[in-house]
């Protein structure tokens, strides 16, 4: 597993990405004209985002390119505060190697105006569409389906389906405030129901088949 962002120049002459075919990647989606802004950096020109079923991968019109494997995405969430950024975008958080450090900064990211892709925790991913709402939408839905692909090796796993259940991570992501996370989707956790609920909600039906069962049984005994 490879942790963080990381350099990427492996492009075809389409100017599509050669793929690791070897482990089974594939392309989902492509997204033109898409602006990458890493950590607290201005916006790079807008390239073309390229989400396979392994990788982020992003690539600017000179050929210049990023990649981040989606193991190391820890958390997706679609943007709209205009407070928080001017544009509806899609906002990540990566996983580092120097992302241990407590005292490692976003802002040590950038030395004599370069960038050090070990040390950004941070991206965002611009469309230029101009109905960017739904393309923000329709981004994010790639994102979780190819982050379902890509389970958390290191996360706590249930007993019976190895998936994390509760909203610790959203919380600590959103820190109170709605408006700028409309959609959050930390590794292992899933929208599609609430399996937690369901395994109280079962637990609870067991028991009071269980007391009705007791009291039947008491009831057949006094009357004998």
Known sequence: MVLGLYP????????????????????VRVERAA???????????????????????????????YAVDFI????????????????????????????????SDESDSEMNGEIDLLKVTEMRIVPSDPDQYFSVDGLFEAFSHCAELNPDPNAESDEENGWVHGNEGEED???????????????????DCDITHAVVELQINDQRFQDAEEADKERNGNGH
Not at 82 to 94: D, G, H, K, N
Not at 173 to 191: H, K, L, R
Request: glycine share 10%; proline share 9%.
């Open 35 to 65: 602006a990458l802004a890493l950590g607290p950096r201005a916006p790079e020109p807008p390239g073309t985002l390229f989400l396979t079923t392994k990788r982020v991968i992003w690539v600017s019109e000179g050929g210049k390119g």
């Open 173 to 191: 992501m959103t820190d109170g405030s709605d408006a700028e996370f409309s959609d959050v989707n930390p590794i292992g956790q899933t929208d």
């Open 72 to 103: 190391a995405v820890s958390l997706h969430a679609v943007s709209r505060d205009p407070e928080a950024y001017p544009s509806p975008c899609i906002y990540t958080q990566i996983d580092t190697e120097a992302g241990s450090d407590e005292e």
């Open 8 to 27: 990427f120049a492996d492009v075809a002459a389409d100017g599509a990405p050669r793929l690791d075919a070897d482990a089974g990647e594939e392309l």
